[in-house]
């Protein structure tokens, strides 16, 4: 079904190929598993198999991508899309539409199917990915895992033969992860369809899939069939330098103080029900819930981007309803869930330096710091390229550096290992541990149970929009809903086909 034979690319501007002497074959009703350390050439690699690489995304392409005998070159995006259907990194970049069924219901509009089909195809859809509460929604009041789950749906009202998922769960918490994989999984099993994915989650989809394919510098160094040994880089565990470190924030005072916070959405969304909370100085809270539960809306009210509708958040002596942003830029650093919203210059050296620019560092000093937060984040060698050719990953650790070069007192990272391997996630966490031990404010909101229970001091569980759990991690008499307990004590057991991280 689809056959890679020789396969280079190499990004316009880049010196080195992002793929290099790529063959493969993926079998009809394949499930095939694109893994490796980011930036190695998965997404580069899904990009070729619906055409967008050579016909939109421009560089120098050799060897064929054939997909049902028929080469990609000779094929049109949209003849492609019949066959081949592609779910982003970043759902933003295939929603289109104002709502949710508006969205799902584009692409087959644009078949040219009757109405009564293209309004069958979006309910399944809206089914399959378990948004049908949903359906009237503006995209944009949407959690990030909420407008994946959008993006796949309009994939699926498109019918392809071949589903390629670039990371579908990266944004979602565990059970949506579960619901979408089990979706997925429902798709390749029942329905026959061909699926390749990229995914670090490797526990959750080893079961499902047929092989997995280990890429390294721009090629696939390996192979392999669940049960068989696995790459050092894919085991993970986290391990805090200095431990849980609650006692360190008791002593200090009060950085961040929320009280009775409550916020609604233009649309009539009330997502903020009531929220009581502080942080202490030089505490790393880890803020954890499901999708939709309020987190990041509770995040952007900490720096001034969102005000309450009732209620006050004082950061420090500033009452963000009296501050402008960018008066609370100094105190408060803000990292976005999708780094795509905060990225703006043509190059990876200038994204990191405007904001030192503005904060009136010296040239000499400037040059110094933006060196030393690329280095940290591993993007050491990647001054001059244009963060539109990084991947997710790469770009996420971008927004990553331009945040700590500002060396705010407060820093909020909405999810700041998004689209990581293991490798870089332990990178990313060294680096945050060494700026919360200088005494800064952490608030770190993430779905990485393992690596909320790790890191932080204390943790603080939303649903609904009210916190319903506010505990140090070292107070085991409180009790955690199940889904958001520490997995570190966990066994892996099968739930519906999808694997499930179950604490004893």
């Not at 690699?45 to 995304?57: E, K, S, T």
């Not at 309910?123 to 009041?141: C, D, G, I, Q, W």
């Not at 869930?337 to 990876?348: A, L, R």
Request: hydrophobic fraction near 40%.
């Amino acid at each position: 079904m689809i056959t890679l034979e020789n396969l280079e690319f190499t990004y316009f501007g880049a010196e080195e190929p992002s793929l290099k002497n790529i063959n493969l074959s993926v079998k009809e009703g394949e499930f095939v598993v694109l893994a490796g350390p980011s930036g190695c050439g998965k997404s580069t690699l899904c990009l070729c198999l619906n055409g967008i690489i050579p016909h939109l995304l421009k560089g120098r392409m050799e060897g064929r991508v054939l997909v049902n005998g028929r080469d990609t070159r000779d094929l049109t995006i949209p003849e492609l899309s019949r066959d081949v259907g592609l779910v982003f990194q970043n759902p933003d970049n295939q929603i289109f539409a104002l709502t949710v069924d508006e969205d799902i219901a584009f692409g087959p509009e644009n078949l040219g199917l009757p109405r009564p089909a293209m309004e069958e195809r979006v309910v399944k859809a809206l089914s399959e990915t378990r948004m049908e509460p949903f359906r009237k929604k503006f995209v944009y009041n949407l959690s990030g895992g909420q407008k994946q789950r959008t993006a796949i749906a309009g994939i699926l009202a498109m019918n392809p033969g071949v589903l390629v998922f670039d990371e579908p769960t990266a944004d979602l918490d565990p059970r949506g992860t579960s619901e979408v994989l089990e979706t997925i999984r429902r798709l390749n099993r029942d329905e026959g369809r061909t699926v390749v994915i990229v995914e670090h989650k490797i526990r959750q989809v080893l079961p499902l899939c047929d092989r997995i394919l280990w890429m390294e510098g721009g090629r696939i160094v390996s192979e392999h069939e669940p049960g068989d040994p696995l790459p050092p880089l894919l085991a993970r565990g986290y391990t805090r330098g200095d431990g849980p470190a609650d006692r360190r924030a008791a002593a200090g005072q009060t950085a961040i103080r929320i009280q009775d916070v409550s916020f609604s959405y233009q649309d009539g969304t009330e997502v903020l029900k009531g929220v009581d909370l502080t942080v202490g100085e030089g505490e790393l809270l880890a803020i954890i819930g499901e999708n939709g539960s309020g987190k990041s809306t509770l995040a952007m009210h900490l720096n001034g981007l969102l005000k309450p509708k009732r209620g006050n958040v004082v950061i420090w002596d500033k009452n963000t309803r009296d501050t402008k942003p960018g008066q609370m830029a100094s105190l408060v650093g803000y990292l976005f869930q999708n780094p795509d919203h905060q990225i703006f210059s043509e190059s990876v050296y200038n994204e990191v330096a405007i904001g030192l620019k503005h904060a009136g560092l010296s040239t000499k000093n400037r040059d110094r710091v933006v060196h030393e937060a690329l280095k940290a984040v591993d993007l050491g060698g990647y001054a001059d390229r244009d963060p539109n050719t990084l991947s997710r990953g790469e770009r996420q650790r971008l927004a990553v550096a331009t945040v700590l070069a500002l060396n705010p007192r407060v820093i909020v990272f909405d999810e700041p290992t998004t689209g990581q391997d293991a490798a870089h996630i332990l990178d990313i966490m060294r680096y945050i541990e060494d700026i919360n031990r200088q005494g800064r404010t952490v608030v770190m909101i993430t779905h990485d149970m393992d690596l909320a229970w790790s890191y932080a001091d204390r943790i603080v569980v939303m649903a609904g929009g009210r916190v319903i759990h506010d505990a140090p991690v070292s107070d085991t008499s409180v009790s955690v809903p199940e889904i958001f307990r520490c997995p570190s004590k966990s066994q892996s057991i099968s739930v519906n086909g999808v694997l499930e991280e179950v604490v004893q």
